[in-house]
């Protein structure tokens, strides 16, 4: 029974040191100056790279990993994985589509509402898969292999670093003030160590939904991706800026990943 309790507080204790990657990054709005179109597309876009990466190395191809554990056969773990991938799209294209184009008391006033509102899809889908990675640092700590719960929190709270700054940016970037874009970047991390308890104190009911769980928070990302960043960070004159700080995101995180997942 200690020895249990023990894993609890291990997993929880590390997913919530990963979810602290977020503030950590999100630390960096205090030193930016001045966010002019060409800084913010390359970092929006350096973002996007990021969460390209995760969704494929942290999360589409654990959750196949997971499944094949689960059910023994690649080809069901696949169909598994698919499945979220598809619910999480879905999901986020609903939220899309019902998602305020106006702000009920200051109408278009400041930024424009469309903009307002992908960058609020950007923070909700970060936000989303902070919980299925918390969960799988909470299994890893409860599975009892205790090197593969810290290599996974280490990595995930690497990874957190850009993507704090990243929504902390965002925000700055629809006029909120730098304090309020860094605690909202904070909280967004904070899911992870939910997601840690729950996977600790009951790997017996999250591990088998582990495959669900990652392709959806794959597919919520790669919505965002796919139909929100790139469309914005190619509207203007940085369209070259905005494809190679993608791509250097994506490659950090696959280096982050490859060495420390």
Do not use: C
Request: glycine share 14%; net charge negative; proline share 4%.
């Amino acid at each position: 029974m200690l020895e249990d309790v023990n894993v609890v507080w291990l997993g929880s204790i590390a997913s919530l040191l990963a979810g602290l990657g977020t503030g950590i990054g999100a630390l960096g709005v205090f030193l930016v100056r001045k966010l002019t179109p060409q800084l913010q597309d390359g970092m929006l876009s350096a973002a996007a790279g990021v969460m390209l990466a995760a969704s494929f190395f942290s999360l589409l191809l654990p959750g196949i990993e997971y499944g094949e554990e689960l059910t023994g056969a690649t080809w069901s773990a696949s169909l598994m994985v698919i499945a979220g991938l598809l619910m999480g799209a879905g999901l986020l294209f609903s939220i899309h589509q019902r998602l305020p184009h106006e702000h009920f008391t200051l109408g278009r006033e400041g930024p424009d509402s469309a903009r307002i509102r992908r960058i609020w899809l950007f923070i909700i889908a970060i936000a989303l898969h902070n919980f299925p990675e918390g969960m799988a640092v909470g299994v890893g700590f409860a599975g009892g292999d205790i090197g593969n719960g810290v290599a996974l929190a280490v990595g995930i709270g690497l990874q957190n670093i850009p993507e704090g700054l990243a929504v902390a940016v965002s925000l700055l970037a629809i006029e909120h003030s730098r304090l309020k874009s860094f605690v909202i970047a904070v909280l967004t991390g904070l899911l992870e160590p939910v997601g840690g308890l729950f996977g600790s104190t009951m790997v017996w009911l999250a591990e088998p939904i582990m495959p669900w769980t990652l392709g959806f928070a794959a597919g919520a990302m790669l919505f965002i991706i796919s139909d929100e960043i790139i469309p914005e960070t190619h509207r203007g004159r940085f369209k070259t800026l905005a494809t190679f700080s993608l791509l250097g995101g994506f490659v950090v995180m696959m280096f982050l990943d490859a060495t420390l997942g």
